[in-house]
């Protein structure tokens, strides 16, 4: 594997379990050192335990992203111990089972929150500590279901179309706003892939399987590992010509 990005440091929202797993794992081996942070720290510690026994380097921090306090004090811990930040993916997200009509306000806000508010929040903090360190690049998790309502079951979960919808845009607002300090930003859009963020028995399943081979071009469902390779790519300086733009790792799926 390539040694891209030797000497960086990675900041990692949500990485104790699934996509973000995979994200700091796949960053790790290509010579980062990783910041885990995760809502459950129990997850974040394992995570970064894990990876040191790899060989790699890697502090864990528990991280609300709806609280500024906890960024910045994940932030100046990540400082602090490997001197700077040059790559955040800002990961965590969050899902609940609603339609419309049964959606409460609380769940719209807990969604959107995390979903959206949380990376703003992220990267503003982390983008301080970018520019401290020379620039540096982002990328922001969005999902297919920015850009279409994908229901497999009885609800389209609106407040999380409408959260991830919100992402493409503000990674293009960031990337304006974040240029003049060298720092780039770009996104990534999950099509359906293996993990417990949904019901991985369903997503799966035969029957689950069935449903989603109706669009997609490659008839398989797709695994955390092609999620974190896409983010690995952005944020290394292959990628140095590409700012503000949304990739979609979907199998196909937005193709038809």
Not at 70 to 90: K, M, P, S, W, Y
Request: glycine share 10%.
């Amino acid at each position: 594997m390539k040694r891209r990005h030797e000497g960086k440091v990675a900041f990692v929202t949500g990485a104790g379990a699934g996509i973000g797993r995979s994200i700091v794992e796949h960053l790790a081996a290509e010579g980062a050192r990783i910041v885990v942070t995760d809502v459950d720290e129990t997850a974040a510690t394992t995570v970064a335990e894990a990876i040191a026994a790899n060989g790699g380097e890697a502090i864990a921090a528990p991280l609300d992203v709806r609280s500024a306090e906890q960024i910045d004090a994940a932030v100046a811990r990540a400082e602090a111990t490997f001197g700077g930040i040059h790559l955040l993916a800002n990961n965590a997200g969050v899902v609940t089972s609603h339609s419309l009509a049964t959606l409460t306000e609380e769940a719209w806000d807990l969604v959107v929150d995390v979903n959206l508010k949380g990376q703003f929040l992220v990267a503003r903090a982390v983008g301080k500590a970018m520019a401290r360190s020379g620039g540096g690049a982002i990328v922001n998790l969005s999902t297919i279901e920015a850009l279409v309502v994908v229901t497999s079951g009885a609800t389209s979960q609106p407040h999380y179309n409408a959260s991830k919808g919100g992402v493409p845009m503000l990674t293009k607002a960031l990337a304006v706003e974040l240029a003049g300090d060298g720092i780039r930003v770009n996104c990534v859009a999950p099509g359906p892939i293996a993990t417990n963020f949904f019901d991985l028995e369903t997503v799966t399943s035969e029957a689950g399987l069935a449903f989603m081979r109706q669009r997609l071009l490659i008839p398989r469902v797709g695994q955390p590992e092609d999620v974190a390779k896409a983010v690995s790519f952005l944020l290394s300086d292959e990628a140095s010509f590409i700012d503000g733009v949304q990739l979609p790792v979907d199998g196909g799926w937005l193709t038809r």
